[in-house]
């Protein structure tokens, strides 16, 4: 009779087969968490770029006697979608340019990640408001109106 000590061949391949399908479904689950957690890290990177935004904006509409000189859109020569913006007269322009989805403060970028922002100008009595869209990635779109302090 032989002995039978050690591991047989068929054993072997058993346990590489359940080493496999455990190691797969530890992959799949845990692309799923990086996968989550690249969306969170997104959406709050654009929160981010929003209050910051939101900061400079409010500080705007908040000095006296600050009125709207112009709200429009520049012709694009390049093909590309044009850029929009609003001037105050305190003299700062806040305009969004699409080619590398940011929006400035005269020259000095704010907020970047933006793939739309529009400006819009609403007069409700005697109150003057501007109502601001700002859109991302993975569906953020945040609508505000800020009422101007006369």
């Known amino acids: ?12 391949i058993v346990y590489v087969i359940a080493m496999l399908i455990i190691i797969s479904v530890i992959t799949v689950l845990t692309s799923y968490f990086y996968k989550n957690v690249d969306i969170n890290s997104t959406s709050e990177n ?4 929003y209050t910051r935004f939101n900061t400079y904006f409010t500080e705007e509409v908040n000095k006296k ?20 913006y609003i001037v105050f007269s305190s003299g700062n322009q806040y305009t969004f340019i699409p080619a590398n989805k940011s929006i400035y403060i005269n020259s000095v970028k704010i907020a970047e990640d933006i793939e739309n922002c529009t400006f819009e100008e609403i007069k409700e009595d005697d109150k003057t408001k501007v109502k601001v869209t700002i859109q991302g990635a993975n569906n953020f779109e945040r609508v505000t109106t ?3 302090v006369k």
């Open 46 to 49: 654009l929160s981010q770029q």
């Open 1 to 12: 009779m032989r002995s039978e000590k050690g591991i047989t061949l068929v054993s072997v």
């Open 65 to 84: 006697g600050n009125n709207i000189l112009d709200i429009g859109e520049t012709e694009s020569t390049t093909g590309n979608s044009p850029q929009k």
């Open 146 to 148: 800020y009422t101007l």
